[in-house]
T-cell receptor, first 112, second 115 residues
Framework: RKEVEQDPGPFNVPEGATVAFNCTYS??????FFWYRQDCRKEPKLLMS???SGNEDGRFTAQLNRASQYISLLIRDSKLSDTATYLC?????????????FGIGTKLQVIP | DARVTQTPRDKVTEMGQEVTMRCQPI?????VFWYRQTMMQGLELLAY????????DSGMPKDRFSAEMPDATLATLKIQPSEPRDSAVYFC?????????????FGQGTRLTVV
């Protein structure tokens, strides 16, 4: 089983739709979680951190489910500008050091 | 507008040649990461440094890759000898933190092609 798993997609959704991505992780001791966004041929940029209580930033909502070991990202009212790849990041202790693992990313295409 | 600077942006080299990639982290950041991204594997952490000391380089093939921070304003990643399977985009990122993972600000990447 991979340490961090994401559905690579692509998810093709119409403008205005709501779309959700999940990301599962295998290390139950993982401590911090993030979502990054990467535009085509660009560098990844932090979209939002994921807090235990869940957090919202405008149209974006991130949730953490420790029992089932997954994080989610919900995008409401999708815009054309949301087209990108969304990467989840998991950090936690692993064999004596802090390990950072990126998921492979989920590609989102918002269509007019 | 502070940003991470990577050079070169693109590099084409022949198999067996040495490749050196350079990174200037954001001034004041104490954590530097090197990542490699391919279509098949996604983004892989190769190495990371805190206060110039290597904390984790378990993701880096030790026989041909080396990462160093000669000073706080420069990080280098070397591949010697390079192989076609090293073709990828290499990102450097920097951050500020005392423990654990911090937000990483990425450079624009070096697109390496080994022929």
């Amino acid at each position: 089983r991979k340490e961090v798993e994401q559905d690579p997609g692509p998810f093709n959704v119409p403008e205005g739709a709501t779309v959700a991505f999940n990301c599962t992780y295998s290390n139950s001791a993982s401590q911090s979680f993030f979502w990054y966004r990467q535009d085509c041929r660009k560098e990844p940029k932090l979209l939002m951190s994921v807090y235990s209580s869940g957090n919202e930033d405008g149209r974006f909502t991130a949730q953490l489910n420790r029992a089932s070991q997954y994080i989610s990202l919900l995008i409401r009212d999708s815009k054309l500008s949301d087209t990108a790849t969304y990467l989840c990041v998991v950090n936690g202790p692993w064999e004596g050091y802090q390990k950072v693992t990126f998921g492979i990313g989920t590609k989102l295409q918002v269509i007019p | 507008d502070a940003r991470v600077t990577q050079t070169p942006r693109d590099k084409v080299t022949e198999m067996g040649q040495e490749v050196t990639m350079r990174c200037q982290p954001i001034l004041g950041h104490n954590t530097v990461f090197w990542y490699r991204q391919t279509m098949m594997q996604g983004l892989e952490l190769l190495a990371y440094f805190r206060n110039r000391a290597p904390l984790d380089d378990s993701g880096m093939p030790k026989d041909r890759f080396s990462a160093e921070m000669p000073d706080a304003t420069l990080a280098t990643l070397k591949i010697q000898p390079s192989e076609p399977r090293d073709s990828a985009v290499y990102f450097c990122a920097s951050g500020l933190g005392s423990q654990g993972y911090t937000e990483a600000f990425f450079g624009q990447g070096t697109r390496l092609t080994v022929v």
